[in-house]
């Protein structure tokens, strides 16, 4: 166990202090839920496109990429073949879905399906980001608490403390608050990758010379694989169509992204935001792929041995508070809360939104703006508690996954069926809202099915294509539905002519 100097807890309480007090600056501009939940809708690209890196690079990034670079079983680069997958899913909806969220005065990107399918389809849809939301989420305040762990705090005492924290200023400032607190800490957790990268190289006894020299012998610099492997998560072909997909769908049909868009002051503003954080998001793997590879070298060379047991995940952790000094890693462990924390108040953000706008305010349309915005925040408590009990049962139930694999895994889970319903509500004649729900069920049915072979049989596709099989599920199965649906309509008007 290691404690944290001083000097490290300083830095450490300094961010966690200057973060509450910026959600309390923004207090007072709470009146309505225009400024609560989209800021107005008078934010500029800049902070828009730095909200949507810093949302989501999360936790999960910082401690469980490097782990994924690190890994003594194959690690390397082919992890970033799924962000040129990235890049041009964002691209796809910046030019095809963006333009839907950005006319009229939406707080919610379900409102749109309301519009197409009704608020059937709306309530599903958002029941669904938010069951996605809290289990993914609550897998990312476990592993900062991984990290927390080994400076004195103890797993559950992590939990609790970047739980209440986030929950604090989410619930004082709002987006406003969400969205500034983001450009710090993108700061904070870039400052820190890049000091972390540059001690790799400093312990290295040949440097940069033998990093290179000698991860070219590890293997750890392959980029492609191009054979295909339906279970095999990183080829080029899980990258190009899965990562496509997935961006698609986590970027286009996730209520935490789009809400970003609609604090944007105009389309132009969201669409440039969002296609910039594509190739922001492929130099950020790099980065923390390569610290991941340094720190293996470090580990080959006798410079950074690791006890028994330790998960891959953990790696960076134990890097940070054993083999970097004093201040630094206060400002890297400042770094790990600000990388959970932004996503947290993103999510907690965006989850009482959806409970309040898709839920709640169109069965009780007569309340107060004041009266909705204090119940949006007594929702972000609530999904906070929520959020953290998931934290806790993931820690007592244990288990040796990389974290970044379950938590893409429960993303690519259901946001490949909300896809599916944005594209079928995206076409001139939309479907039945009833086809829509048979569709969406089956795409689920689908997924879940190949998720339980994983669990417990032989595996028969990779997460990255579950967002593929569920969008494409959702949208095949609604088409041949509404065709029945037409047949059997017109096959009952017919018979009720000629009987006339």
């Known amino acids: ?82 962000s040129f997958g990235y890049i041009i899913g964002r691209c796809l909806i910046a030019w095809f879905l963006l333009p839907q969220f950005m006319r009229g005065d939406l707080f919610s990107g379900y409102q749109v399906l309301q519009e197409r399918f009704g608020p059937a389809v709306q309530r599903v849809a958002s029941g669904l980001f938010l069951v996605t939301r809290t289990v993914a989420d609550g897998l990312r305040i476990f592993l900062t608490a991984l990290l927390l762990q080994y400076v004195g705090w103890g797993v559950e005492v992590s939990i609790l403390a970047v739980g209440f924290v986030t929950i ?26 890049l000091l972390a990268g540059v001690f790799v190289l400093k312990l290295l006894p040949g440097g940069w010379g033998q990093f290179l020299a000698d991860g070219e012998a590890a293997g750890k610099f392959k980029l492609l694989e191009t054979t295909f492997d339906p279970v095999v998560p990183y080829n080029l072909w899980a990258g190009l169509v899965g990562g496509a997909v997935f961006s698609m769908a986590s970027h286009g049909a996730d209520q935490l992204m789009v809400q970003r868009y609609l604090c944007a002051r105009s389309l132009g503003h969201a669409r440039f935001a969002l296609v910039l954080s594509g190739f922001t998001v492929l130099a950020q793997f790099l980065l923390f792929l390569a610290v991941g590879i340094g720190m293996y070298l470090l580990n080959e060379a006798g410079e950074f041995p690791l006890p028994d047991g330790v998960r891959n995940d953990e790696v960076f952790g134990l890097f940070i508070v054993t083999k970097l000094p004093t201040g630094v890693v206060g400002l890297l462990v400042a770094a790990v809360l600000a990388a959970a924390m932004s996503t947290l108040s993103s999510s907690l953000n965006s989850s009482a939104n959806a409970i ?27 999904c906070g508690i929520i959020q953290m009990a998931v934290a806790f049962t993931a820690y007592r139930s244990g288990g040796s996954k990389s974290v970044v694999e379950q938590v893409l895994a429960v993303a690519g889970f259901t946001t490949g069926l909300l896809l599916g319903l944005f594209i079928l509500g995206s ?7 009833s086809a829509a729900l048979v569709g969406m069920l089956c795409g689920f049915t689908a997924v879940l099915v190949v998720w339980l072979f994983s669990v417990f049989g032989s595996q028969l596709l990779a997460w990255p294509w579950y967002a593929p099989l569920g969008c494409g599920t959702t949208v095949l199965v609604a088409f041949v539905t509404q065709s029945l649906m037409t047949i059997t309509s017109d096959g009952k008007s017919t018979d009720a002519h000629l009987s006339s």
Do not use: C
């Open 1 to 82: 166990m290691h404690q944290l100097s001083p000097l490290d807890l300083t830095i450490v309480a300094v961010y966690i202090l200057g973060m509450t007090a910026l959600g309390a600056w923004f207090t007072r501009s709470q009146k309505d839920l225009r400024t609560y939940f989209v800021g107005g809708r008078n934010v500029g690209w800049f902070l828009v496109f730095v909200s949507i890196v810093a949302t989501e690079t999360s936790a999960v990034t910082y401690l469980s990429v490097p782990g994924v670079g690190f890994n003594r079983n194959g690690g390397n680069l082919t992890f970033l073949q799924l």
């Open 168 to 193: 604090v200023y989410t619930y004082l400032g709002g987006m406003k608050a969400v969205i500034w607190t983001d450009l710090i800490q993108f700061v904070i957790k870039i400052a820190g990758a």
């Open 356 to 382: 309040v706008t898709d839920f709640y305010r169109p069965l009780r349309p007569l309340h107060s703006e004041l009266w909705y915005v204090r119940l949006s925040r007594i929702m972000t408590v609530v």
């Open 427 to 433: 076409l001139r004649r939309p479907v039945q809202s």
